[in-house]
């Protein structure tokens, strides 16, 4: 069993930068896809970011690309989710997700996902 636990969330102005980490425990997670969602208030979840197991093959979502930077430091077990130049529409909650899976899976209509942590909030005020 894997657990992911998000940190780095918090307030910031718009433009700002944040960096969000998610450290898995339980399990070695050097060989799983991992990604970054998000869920705004009265929104469905939607797809940010994902890395293959390697990292050598990263997916953005449209909205994101540019400004956002996910990597993996697999001797840690951790996942990074840097935000650059933040908006008010990137309020959410960001999710950890993994997926034993290939990373594609991540990013489908219809993700595929093993494991997901509890969140964390991101604030962005104008």
């Known amino acids: 069993q894997v657990q992911l636990v998000e940190s780095g969330g918090g307030l910031v102005q718009a433009g700002g930068s944040l960096r969000l980490s998610c450290a898995a425990s339980?399990?070695?997670?050097?060989?799983?896809?991992m990604g970054w969602f998000r869920q705004a208030p009265g929104k469905e979840r939607e797809f940010v970011a994902a890395i293959s197991w390697s990292g050598g093959n990263t997916y953005y979502a449209d909205s994101v690309k540019g400004r956002f930077t996910i990597s993996r430091d697999n001797a840690k077990n951790t996942v990074i989710l840097q935000m650059n130049s933040l908006k008010p529409e990137d309020t959410a909650v960001y999710y950890c997700?993994?997926?034993?899976?290939?990373?594609?899976?991540?990013?489908?209509?219809?993700?595929?996902?093993?494991?997901w942590g509890q969140g964390t909030q991101v604030t962005v005020s104008s």
């Open positions: 339980g399990h070695t997670v050097s060989s799983y896809a």
């Open positions: 997700a993994a997926t034993t899976l290939p990373v594609h899976t991540i990013v489908a209509v219809t993700p595929r996902v093993d494991y």
